[in-house]
């Protein structure tokens, strides 16, 4: 079996005390990555999407926290704790809607609480960040395996934005059965939706399915309802920002569009993504907090003003999908119905 999917570089990896992303801003025409040492790099790094994508704005995250405990000057236990707290809340204000960021800060946080010294401390919150990174990519693989069973030989799948093996620790999310297909030998196509405003889709999907060698089309956003009326789409495949318990999912704005259109044309539509994605504390998505960005991402294409000026703007990052239009959830536990997610949930607590 060949390994297709370890062709593409990890786009955040730990290396010699230090954080290395892969620059997405600058994907597809450049390959560049930065070496960040300081947790405001890292804020800054998820707040400009240098590094995007729920699961790996988490593992950045992790990792963000780990360079700051590792630097930090600390005479107990209980002061470095307290200074771990206050770099948990300023990392999670950098991105609001992808649960996985406060989950993983939340989670490295937890683990160090029990540590009893300032040593024990620092090797945690590094360790535990990598932990959550190993994780990570073995539930994408899973997601991978349980959303290839699903399509028939040959599928031709459309999804939008990038939840690939760039916005987690491997394979991705809604992207992972075609990182498996390509190492079986499987041949699948992909239709990726530019993904307007930051086009996601046109610049992040594209490459990265090219450079597996899988068949991947561009449209735009507007073509989908044209494209689902006049060629054979077995699936619609989205990633998520955030679960709520009933289902309904948060993703790239587009995604709820993409999800009617599917309904109206009989085409099943499923959101990929690992329970680290799903908020738990939340009935249902009107609660899940919307990120709104500057209005620069709209008026201007690569810096070049394409709109009046001073005409009103608003840019949603993200949608919600209500859980009547999912038809499954795909997660590493297996594909799981919406209405079912809570009564799993509680069975796996035991
Ligand atoms: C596996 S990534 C899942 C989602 O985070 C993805 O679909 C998405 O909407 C990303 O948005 P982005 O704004 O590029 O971070």
């Known amino acids: 079996m060949s390994d297709q999917a370890a062709r593409l570089p990890p786009s955040v990896e730990w290396r010699d005390g230090a954080l290395i992303l892969l620059d997405q801003r600058r994907l597809p025409l450049e390959v560049r990555y930065r070496r960040l040492t300081r947790v405001e790099e890292v804020w800054e790094a998820i707040k400009q999407l240098e590094v995007r994508g729920a699961p790996a704005i988490g593992i950045a995250a992790g990792f963000g926290i780990a360079l700051w405990a590792l630097d930090a000057e600390a005479d107990s236990p209980q002061s470095l704790l ?46 535990e960040a990598q932990a959550i990174q190993a994780e990570d990519a073995e539930a994408c693989r899973k997601i991978g395996e349980h959303g290839l069973a699903l399509l028939p030989a040959g599928a031709t799948v459309m999804t939008i934005c990038n939840a690939g093996a760039i916005a987690t620790a491997r394979y991705g999310t809604a992207l992972a059965p075609f990182h498996l297909a390509r190492e079986r030998g499987l041949e699948l196509s992909v239709i990726a939706c530019e993904t307007r405003p930051l086009l996601q889709g046109a610049r992040l999907t594209t490459w990265e399915l090219a450079s597996i060698g899988i068949d991947v089309t561009l449209i735009t956003d507007s073509m989908a309802a044209h494209v689902m009326k006049t060629r054979r789409i077995d699936a619609v495949i989205v990633g998520a920002d955030r679960i709520a318990r009933n289902g309904d999912s948060a993703n790239k704005i587009g995604t709820y569009g993409l999800a009617l259109l599917a309904r109206a044309h009989g085409i099943p539509f499923y959101v990929a993504a690992p329970f680290s994605t799903i908020d738990f504390e939340l009935a249902d998505g009107s609660g899940i907090p919307i990120e709104e960005r500057d209005e620069k991402e709209i008026v201007e294409i690569q810096g070049q003003r394409i709109a009046p000026e001073g005409i009103k703007v608003f840019n949603p990052a993200f949608d919600v999908t209500p859980n009547e239009l999912i038809e499954g959830l795909i997660t590493e536990r297996g594909v799981i119905r919406c209405a079912e997610l809570d009564c799993h949930q509680a069975r796996a607590m035991g």
């Open 82 to 127: 307290e200074g771990l707290e206050r770099t948990r809340v300023y990392l999670e204000s950098s991105r609001p809607t992808a649960v996985n960021l406060a989950w993983a800060v939340r989670r490295i946080f937890r683990a160090c609480q029990s540590e009893p010294s300032v040593a024990a401390i620092r090797a945690r919150a590094l360790l």
